[in-house]
């Protein structure tokens, strides 16, 4: 069996050309024009625009959130249908939107309000640092001894740790001196995944409960877990809970992979988790809309992998 897993992204890869390979679709732009009012200082001004302002917490989640469903809303008849959906962190939410269980401009006003409750939740300034190149026991207890945790599990020797940003520098200064390859700050003002973010939890799951969430249409991975959600009160419940839980980033790409996926498409914007499956997943395809000249081209690539591996 051969399938495919779309894979919607977190913050990070927001640039100023995210907009570019969605003109003249007119799916994209009309899904594009119904969140143009959720992303303070409106959403093509925001994204054209590019620079910091599309890192601040309130701006890239609805943003980000409303970039990948346009991407997803171009190609959606030009792919066949995916086994499943994952997301990393914010893009945990917008696989719902994937999947069919959430209309994508719900999905982007959610984003929108889970922006909100992160800012509001953190006692103090806090970050994100991710490092790699040192053993996952070693980066853990350099995170224990900082007052950090580690916000999301990427790999054996790939850890995203969160925490105060006070302790971050100082963090990446032990990890660098231990051997680690990189510990580079994320543009991310928010220690998502922590304890810290802990007050967030029952306000936005107020607000999933309150909202048109539905039962998915293909499986979405639940982040803290990696297994599949197939019903709404699991779907309230992992959405939630991973706003100060820690994401098994890793451990979702082999369930894919044991679920029977053999080609990942990332949606976009940027092709950060493309990478790490292609890392994880030797013997899977996988690659990022961001890696083509235009929408056209991943779907060509999508439809000649899976023909190939069905074989």
């Known amino acids: 069996?051969?399938?495919?897993?779309?894979?919607?992204?977190?913050?990070?890869?927001?640039?100023?050309?995210?907009?570019?390979?969605?003109?003249?679709?007119?799916?994209?732009?009309?899904?594009?024009?119904?969140?143009?009012?959720?992303v303070p200082g409106g959403l093509r001004a925001t994204a054209e625009q590019g620079g910091d302002r599309v890192f601040e917490n309130r701006v890239a989640q609805p943003l980000v959130c409303a970039v990948t469903l346009a991407a997803w809303a171009a190609l959606r008849e030009a792919l066949p249908a995916p086994l499943l959906v994952?997301?990393?962190?914010l893009g945990e939410?917008?696989?719902?939107?994937?999947a069919g269980a959430l209309a994508a401009e719900e999905a982007v006003r959610l984003a929108a309000e889970?922006?909100?409750?992160?800012?509001?939740?953190a006692a103090?300034?806090?970050?994100l640092l991710g490092v790699r190149g040192l053993p996952r026991a070693r980066i853990e207890a350099l995170a224990a001894a900082a007052g950090a945790e580690v916000?999301?599990?990427?790999?054996?020797?790939?850890?995203?740790?969160?925490?105060?940003?006070?302790?971050?520098?100082?963090?990446?200064?032990?990890?660098?001196?231990?051997?680690?390859?990189?510990?580079?700050?994320?543009?991310?003002?928010?220690?998502?995944?922590?304890?810290?973010?802990?007050?967030?939890?029952?306000?936005f799951a107020a607000a999933l409960t309150g909202s048109d969430l539905a039962a998915p249409e293909v499986p979405v991975l639940s982040g803290v877990g990696a297994a599949p959600v197939r019903g709404r009160p699991e779907a309230v419940s992992a959405l939630?809970?991973?706003?100060?839980?820690?994401?098994?980033?890793?451990d979702c790409l082999a369930a894919a992979a044991e679920l029977g996926c053999t080609v990942f498409l990332e949606l976009g914007p940027g092709a950060a988790l493309a990478r790490m499956a292609g890392e994880l997943l030797p013997g899977a395809a996988a690659r990022s809309v961001a890696d083509f000249r235009s929408l056209a081209g991943a779907a060509e690539w999508v439809r000649r992998e899976i023909e190939e591996r069905g074989r």
């Open 151 to 203: 916000a999301i599990d990427n790999g054996p020797d790939h850890l995203v740790l969160g925490g105060p940003a006070a302790v971050l520098p100082g963090l990446a200064e032990a990890a660098l001196a231990a051997g680690a390859r990189t510990a580079l700050r994320l543009p991310v003002g928010v220690a998502a995944h922590t304890s810290l973010l802990a007050a967030a939890v029952i306000p």
């Open 93 to 98: 939410l917008t696989a719902y939107g994937c």
């Open 240 to 250: 939630s809970r991973q706003l100060s839980r820690r994401i098994a980033w890793a």
């Open 124 to 127: 103090v300034p806090s970050g």
């Open 86 to 89: 994952a997301g990393y962190s």
């Open 1 to 38: 069996m051969s399938g495919l897993a779309l894979l919607c992204p977190g913050q990070g890869g927001q640039h100023a050309g995210m907009l570019e390979p969605l003109r003249g679709h007119a799916a994209a732009e009309a899904l594009l024009a119904d969140a143009e009012r959720l």
């Open 114 to 121: 889970r922006a909100a409750h992160m800012d509001g939740a």
